[in-house]
């Protein structure tokens, strides 16, 4: 799925405007209703109260068209216009007069009004500030949004949460709305997915309103968010008439003294995502647990006994993950350097070789095009340097991408990956997996992915996607806290399996 920046939403809205014959308010009505319907759908007429904060934008209109609808069913509202600006919408004013015709007349909140009491058991809707929003709240309005937060009332946030930025990360927290729940119109927001903006809503969710779908299909946007439909389109099935060879060579270089757990993880991970072949090269002291406990994988050891002394091999692979487990022994280092002087074959690069790159930047140059770098956040800031917020991160990002021709996979909450200027959201994984060795799992997946074929930017994304998928089977069984690397290689098969799965809905309307 698209993730539309804000002037390009506002362009679909444009469109739709001219191509449907509608005017700017009837799509507003249009949306507005889809926040009614949800709501009603939950609350069934249910008396709580619902207190309707709305701005006097765009946003706010929304608000008051949700305020009439609300009315008409017999809800038990409160509205507030919170005027911040002497400036009006026109379709804010239009609807302001609508909803006084049904004789609600909305309270007029000011700098320096007493604020509502509002209860933990009432619900607030917030249409306070949409995409609109182009420079901080003031401290009155911030005093609002707080006064919000402590009422521990459920907050339903109408398209964004009111003081977030589509492109920005806000400088005060407490300049934005907690929301519980996000109703956003058309298109996920890209603020929902990163660290230090996806953090104002627990929950969100698109709300079609019908906005052209030529636009939107034909629009090309810097970020996709991914999920299961967008990576069935990579999915290459197993061939009947195929042999291990049809399904490449992985070799899994890395692990060091007390740290072989990590290529066992990783060599593992590669075997259950569908690698032909995998070996491992690992310094002499992993020989005995890799042969004793991974029966699958073939061992090459190098001369030292603990840690890797020079990358020296004799087989042919299709791919290489590099740098799991590996240390930074001088000796280490200088066979990499060496190491990539002279290869060619393709690489997923993780963990201890990324510190090594930057701390070896001439090394990146050697890189193979499009390799696979697989940095968490410190990994990453020692690789592209430090950024001021979650924006600045994805620019130097992508220009570092585009540097070293790398495809570049951020990981996280939401794990993002770059190549060619594009970002890709992933949307599976839960805070489980925030646990010792996942990330050489993710590194052996990868790395397995492009062992079959996959192209690099593909089996990047696919394998973050399945990764994720893997962890989400596991953790029903296990609970966050006792999910592990291991259980999540278990979780292997049944992410493909999901790939496939058709929804019990489904099944239980055709019986
Ligand atoms: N295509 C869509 O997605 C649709 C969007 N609609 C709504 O329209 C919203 C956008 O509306 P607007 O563009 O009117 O934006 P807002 O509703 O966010 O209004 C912000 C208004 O306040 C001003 N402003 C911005 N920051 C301020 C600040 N810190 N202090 C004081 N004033 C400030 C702006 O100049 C603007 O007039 C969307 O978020 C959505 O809720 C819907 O009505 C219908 C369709
Ligand atoms: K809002």
Not at 436 to 454: E, F, N, P, R
Request: hydrophobic share 40%; glycine share 10%.
């Amino acid at each position: 799925m698209k993730i539309f920046a804000a002037e390009q939403i506002y362009a679909a809205d444009k469109t739709t405007i001219k191509k449907q014959n509608i005017t700017s308010d009837v799509l507003m009505e249009r949306a507005a209703t889809r926040l009614f319907e949800w709501l009603h759908l939950r609350l069934q007429g249910n008396p709580v109260k619902i207190h309707l904060f709305c701005g006097i934008g765009n946003n706010g209109g929304d608000g008051l068209v949700l305020a009439r609808q609300l009315k008409e069913e017999g809800y038990n509202i409160a509205v507030y216009v919170v005027r911040y600006s002497e400036k009006r919408s026109d379709d804010f004013s239009t609807n302001l007069e609508r909803l006084k015709k049904r004789e609600v007349t909305p309270d007029v909140l000011e700098e320096g009004d007493a604020l509502p009491t509002i209860s933990k058991d009432d619900i607030i809707v917030d249409a306070i500030f949409g995409l609109g929003l182009n420079r901080p709240p003031d401290d009155w309005v911030v005093a609002l949004f707080e006064h919000l937060h402590r009422s521990r009332a459920f907050t339903l946030s109408v398209d964004i949460p009111s003081g977030l930025f589509t492109d920005r990360v806000p400088s005060d927290k407490k300049a934005v709305v907690k929301a519980n729940h996000t109703l956003t119109f058309q298109v996920p927001k890209l603020v929902f997915f990163l660290p230090k903006t996806g953090i104002f809503t627990e929950n969100w969710e698109v709300l079609d309103i019908g906005l052209d779908q030529e636009f939107l299909s034909t629009a090309e946007t810097d970020y996709e968010l991914i999920g299961k439909n967008e990576v069935l389109a990579f999915y290459e099935p197993r061939k009947k008439y195929s042999h291990k060879g049809t399904y490449g060579h992985s070799l899994i270089i890395g692990g060091s003294y007390g740290k072989i757990g990590a290529v066992h993880l990783a060599a593992k991970a590669c075997l259950h995502t569908g690698s032909g072949l995998v070996t491992a090269y690992v310094p002499q002291c992993g020989y005995t647990p890799l042969q004793t406990n991974l029966p699958e994988a073939m061992v090459i050891t190098d001369a030292a006994e603990k840690h890797i002394s020079k990358i020296d091999f004799d087989i042919e692979p299709t791919v290489i993950g590099l740098g799991i487990g590996m240390g930074k022994d001088t000796k280490t280092v200088n066979a990499l350097g060496q190491f990539l002087d002279v290869n060619k074959t393709p690489l997923v690069i993780d963990a201890d070789a990324l510190n090594i790159l930057s701390e070896n930047e001439e090394f990146l140059d050697k890189l193979p095009p499009r390799s696979v770098l697989t940095p968490h956040p410190k990994e990453l800031e020692r690789l592209i340097g430090k950024w001021d917020g979650d924006f600045q991160k994805l620019e130097m990002a992508k220009s570092f991408s585009q540097k070293y021709d790398c495809v570049l996979v951020i990981k996280g909450s939401n794990t993002l990956t770059i190549y060619d200027g594009k970002g890709y959201v992933n949307t599976t994984g839960n805070p489980g997996m925030a646990t010792g060795g996942t990330g050489d799992v993710l590194t052996g997946m990868v790395t397995g992915l492009i062992a079959q074929g996959y192209p690099p930017l593909q089996a990047a994304i696919f394998g973050v996607y399945m990764h994720g998928e893997a962890g989400d089977t596991m953790v029903e069984d296990t609970g966050y806290q006792t999910l592990t690397a291991s259980k999540l290689i278990e979780g292997i098969g049944e992410a493909f399996l999901d790939l496939f799965a058709v929804d019990d809905d489904v099944l239980a309307d055709e019986e």
